[in-house]
């Protein structure tokens, strides 16, 4: 086995170079993860474009991790509850653990966490932060969830976006039976709130897409969709008017804004929710001021909610869920990469490459 590691490091926007690291030596308090596949996701994306900064330069991407536990000290061991050759699923942020926060079990809000997978730089040792290198450096806080082992890599590294959905439809959007829900934007993260979605028991789920997202929304079908959207181009329809319609003036009991960098889709969240309904804002829109009604959200009654990233729980359900095999998720993953080959993976997801249309996309440092 090599004492070095190889890694995709970004040293600038669209600055994507293999580099080397020494394999860090595991203690009794930590270990180290062979990284199967990283899932790659918009916020990737918008990282390698240079449009969204939530770390410094150099820094190894990739905050969507799967692997087998390679190694583990034996204090680790027993408070994660692996051992080598469990299969686990890494979440992005390292909580301290100890503070308020972390004590009462809002570990996301934690003012002491310094590290965060795929967005530490490599000043901070041992470097190995990302998931988009051969192995990963496993800190003593990190969290860890177990996955089956037996299933296809592709399949499991689904995780993150199945926990995003799951966090941002059933735990803040708080679908109920029956429940009318819109999914604004067709991405992976869209199409597994739909999942989610149709999993908690809600009654109509409609779900809107770019034209040349005609695949994705023809997915969203698949998995639970009753109605898609086309936002633009020569079949738009008012995304409002057309929720209108469809509920006979009722609007969506829950709606998921979740486009990247766009700021109309804020308002129509807004316009299609019915009086008392729950927006949840979920799309990043690259630190710029977006225009908001407030006096929408007052006289109808309106409960606006932020999603910040995925939480246990989420993760705990998602893996249920992929574990279960109820929906044919083997119908997202449409491309997988080498380490070699990581910003082909970034531009793929892009829409920039050329060939099939991507939806799940996924690094494999091994292959």
Not at 146 to 167: I, S, T, Y
Not at 208 to 215: M, V
Not at 234 to 259: N, P, Q
Not at 288 to 311: E, K, Q, S
């Amino acid at each position: 086995m090599s004492d070095m590691v190889r890694a995709a490091v970004q040293v600038g926007p669209r600055q994507i170079e293999l580099r080397e690291f020494p394999r860090p030596r595991i203690g009794a308090d930590d270990g180290l993860l062979r990284v199967e596949a990283n899932g790659i996701c918009g916020s990737d994306v918008e990282m390698y474009k240079g449009h969204l900064r939530m770390g410094q330069y150099p820094v190894i991407p990739g905050h969507e991790p799967l692997g087998i536990i390679e190694e583990v000290g034996e204090t680790a061991a027993q408070r994660w509850g692996v051992q080598p050759g469990d299969r686990v699923a890494l979440e992005v942020i390292v909580p301290c653990r100890v503070c308020h926060d972390c004590l009462i079990g809002r570990y996301q809000s934690c003012r002491n966490r310094t590290i965060g997978h795929g967005v530490t730089g490599l000043g901070t040792p041992p470097g190995l932060w990302g998931g988009l290198a051969e192995y990963l450096y496993l800190t003593p806080n990190a969290i860890l969830h177990k996955v089956d082992n037996q299933l296809p890599a592709e399949l499991a590294v689904m995780f993150n976006p199945l926990g995003a959905g799951v966090r941002w439809a059933v735990h803040l959007g708080d679908v109920q039976l029956g429940d009318t829900v819109l999914v604004l934007g067709s991405g992976q993260r869209g199409i597994a709130s739909v999942i989610a979605a149709r999993a908690a028991g809600a009654g109509t789920i409609i779900i809107t897409g770019l034209a040349a997202d005609a695949h994705k929304l023809a997915l969203a079908r698949e998995f639970g969709a009753d109605h898609t959207i086309v936002v633009d181009g020569d079949e738009a329809v008012d995304t409002v008017e057309r929720v209108r319609e469809i509920t006979d003036g009722a609007m969506a009991d829950v709606v998921l804004e979740l486009t990247p960098m766009a700021a109309e889709p804020v308002s129509d969240a807004l316009l299609a929710a019915r009086h008392g309904g729950r927006v949840v804002l979920a799309g990043l829109k690259g630190n710029r001021d977006v225009p908001v009604r407030t006096d929408l959200i007052i006289n109808r009654a309106l409960h606006v909610i932020g999603a910040f990233g995925v939480d246990a729980g989420s993760y705990a359900e998602a893996i249920e869920i992929i574990e279960s095999g109820r929906f044919p998720l083997e119908k997202l993953h449409t491309h997988s990469f080498g380490l070699d080959d990581t910003a082909l993976a970034m531009e793929t997801l892009a829409g920039e490459a050329t060939g099939d249309p991507a939806v799940h996309v996924s690094v494999h440092p091994h292959s």
